[in-house]
T-cell receptor
Framework: DQQVKQNSPSLSVQEGRISILNCDYT??????FLWYKKYPAEGPTFLIS?????DKNEDGRFTVFLNKSAKHLSLHIVPSQPGDSAVYFC????????????FGTGTRLKVLA | NAGVTQTPKFQVLKTGQSMTLQCAQD?????MYWYRQDPGMGLRLIYY???????DKGEVPNGYNVSRLNKREFSLRLESAAPSQTSVYFC?????????????FGNGTRLTVT
């Protein structure tokens, strides 16, 4: 049972435009959410996170939105750059003592120059 | 600043062979983790160590054992490798387990079992 879902395996966006990556979750106990970026042959790199007490968190070109009622989060990248081309994973955890981060299956973003 | 270092980077094993994947972090983090990444499956937690001296099973622990050797090092052992264990293995660490503490990953070990 996939508790964290990224339903779009891939996404192509023109340079300078907005990239929107989506993630859905099923476990209502999740209260901390993260986005990671992964280049080929490298480990995932932490991008941005959000706690369930917020609905938005911004860091430069990256903004994460959380809709708790819909159990949905999204990552917005504005403006998109060719260097943003990578696989993006969302992850979630519940601070209930289980200490487990559950990852989605990833979305491959391609930013076209 | 090395962060999380994994060795080896690549390994080919025959079915039934054993090996240990090594991981070390230099960030003075309390918690360490082993994940595997398979196509279409995302990253799945094998084992984790919330703090030195403790280890716990993750989502897919069967066929693996771990040792938290000290605060810096967390190794993953395959006692009798199977083709189903062909995967990319990532070690990660965090300042502490839970408590909104992001994971920091190594660059992975690509393992093929024939």
């Amino acid at each position: 049972d996939q508790q964290v879902k990224q339903n779009s395996p891939s996404l192509s966006v023109q340079e300078g435009r907005i990239s929107i990556l989506n993630c859905d979750y099923t476990n209502s106990m999740f209260d901390y959410f993260l986005w990671y970026k992964k280049y080929p042959a490298e480990g995932p790199t932490f991008l941005i996170s959000i706690s369930s007490i917020k609905d938005k968190n911004e860091d430069g070109r990256f903004t994460v939105f959380l809709n708790k009622s819909a159990k949905h989060l999204s990552l917005h990248i504005v403006p998109s750059q060719p260097g943003d081309s990578a696989v993006y994973f969302c992850a979630a955890s519940a601070n209930s003592g289980t200490y487990k981060y559950i990852f989605g299956t990833g979305t491959r973003l391609k930013v076209l120059a | 600043n090395a962060g999380v270092t994994q060795t080896p980077k690549f390994q080919v094993l025959k079915t039934g062979q054993s090996m240990t994947l090594q991981c070390a972090q230099d960030m003075n983090h309390n918690s360490m983790y082993w994940y595997r990444q398979d196509p279409g499956m995302g990253l799945r937690l094998i084992y984790y160590s919330a703090s030195e001296g403790t280890t716990d099973k993750g989502e897919v622990p069967n066929g693996y054992n771990v040792s938290r050797l000290n605060k810096r090092e967390f190794s993953l052992r395959l006692e009798s490798a199977a083709p189903s264990q062909t995967s990319v293995y990532f070690c990660a660490s965090s300042e502490m387990a839970g408590f909104n503490s992001p994971l920091h990953f190594g660059n992975g070990t690509r393992l093929t079992v024939t």
